[in-house]
């Protein structure tokens, strides 16, 4: 996906699969590494930001 032009997906992703645990196991600290609320919210503001704006930063096809 990075080759494509969508940068930051890797990171993204990586953030979705926290939460996605973390919509399993809340605050459990054995299987997440999320301590507090904020920055639960902080992912979800991040994973939603880059959903909005990918489309805006992927190349137009040739």
Do not use: C, Q
């Amino acid at each position: 996906m990075e080759a494509l032009g969508l940068k930051g997906v890797e990171y993204v992703t990586r953030i979705a699969l926290s939460l996605h645990r973390f919509a399993y196991n809340g605050f459990d600290p054995n299987f997440v590494e999320y301590i507090d609320v904020e920055e639960v919210e902080s992912d979800v503001r991040r994973v939603v930001g880059f959903v909005k704006e990918a489309p805006r930063t992927l190349s137009p096809p040739p």
